[in-house]
């Protein structure tokens, strides 16, 4: 490619990632949408996804199931790396089977050149529609949501795929609050060479807000520690009702229930990744364990506390008793 085209490229896919998982909150018709999809019926618009893709909402024939089908349009896959970038979503959400990530049910092309991917369809809709909606999770609600994304994250990471944009509008919510990670277009797969990324060297990709500083560095080397980091980020804003900056404060500052979980929330948050949690199953398992370690440093304290005053209250019976 000359280096005018990669230039073109790269401004394009800075573009679109500026733009990426930004699920609409309004509904809408499916004015625009593609022709008919075999064996399927659209229903509505239901909002965007990264790359330049609508969602709508539609009903399986076959089943009378409701689906979300994603579809990136023509103009968009004409581009030979967008285009890309969309396979590789296909293929990365078609290799995982977790209950914390979203289901593929289908995918496929069109005949004026548009691809689609076919979802199970949350109604719950995105954890980022639920704080635009101004709900409040309570402290457990939060840490246990984010303890299950966890668990995804690390089947993930086992098999070599980086998600590398973690937010709340990419963590949709079945009824019963459960967590499914979805939009997989900015991941990372462990076989995809140097000679053969899908980004140019330089370009930075993720969300703004919820990077790991090292995303926002372009470096070439990220791992599963960038979306620790990004999970960090999405549970600090669950506690606190803010994205964390680069001089975060601890959650309890502004939350005093979530004092259990300052250290470990500030371990993911960490700049620097040697410094974070290796691995997100180690993040879990920190959060789950956090309020029993904070109930064992206050009996702890207690303790010592108590041995102290003794140890006080002796000496001044002693000193009385020489008098």
Not at 97 to 113: A, K, T
Not at 166 to 190: Q, T, V, W
Not at 234 to 251: E, F, K
Not at 288 to 293: C, E, F, I, N, Y
Request: with cysteine; charged share 25%; net charge positive.
């Amino acid at each position: 490619m000359s280096e005018a085209g990669k230039s073109t490229n790269g401004r394009l896919l800075r573009r679109l990632v500026d733009r990426a998982g930004t699920h609409a909150l309004a509904c809408g018709p499916t004015d625009g949408a593609p022709g008919r999809f075999p064996g399927y019926i659209l229903e509505r618009r239901i909002g965007r996804g990264g790359m330049g893709a609508t969602v709508y909402l539609a009903r399986q024939i076959s089943t009378g199931a409701n689906v979300a089908i994603k579809v990136l349009p023509e103009e968009f896959a004409g581009d030979a790396a967008v285009a890309r970038r969309f396979d590789r979503e296909v293929r990365v959400m078609r290799s995982l089977r977790h209950p914390n990530v979203v289901r593929v049910v289908d995918s496929g092309g069109l005949p004026d050149g548009a691809r689609f991917i076919v979802m199970e369809y949350l109604p719950s809709g995105s954890l980022a529609r639920h704080l635009k909606e101004g709900k409040r999770f309570e402290t457990a609600s939060a840490v246990e949501l984010i303890a299950k994304a966890c668990r995804a994250l690390s089947m993930m990471h086992d098999c070599g795929i980086i998600h590398r944009d973690i937010k709340p509008s990419n963590i949709l919510l079945e009824l019963s609050g459960n967590p499914k990670l979805c939009d997989f277009g900015l991941a990372r797969l462990a076989d995809v060479s140097n000679s053969s990324r899908l980004t140019e060297s330089g370009d930075v990709i993720g969300t703004f807000g919820y990077m790991a500083p090292e995303q926002l560095q372009a470096k070439a080397k990220i791992d599963g520690r960038a979306d620790t980091y990004s999970l960090g980020a999405v549970l600090y804003q669950l506690l606190t009702g803010s994205i964390p900056g680069g001089n975060a404060r601890s959650p309890s500052v502004m939350r005093q229930d979530a004092a259990p979980f300052d250290a470990v929330v500030m371990r993911a948050l960490e700049t620097d990744p040697a410094r974070r949690f290796a691995t997100a199953e180690g993040f879990r398992q920190a959060l789950l364990a956090a309020p029993d370690l904070n109930r064992r440093q206050a009996f702890r304290r207690i303790v010592v506390g108590g041995i102290a005053l003794a140890g006080i209250a002796t000496g001044v019976w002693g000193a009385w008793r020489s008098r």
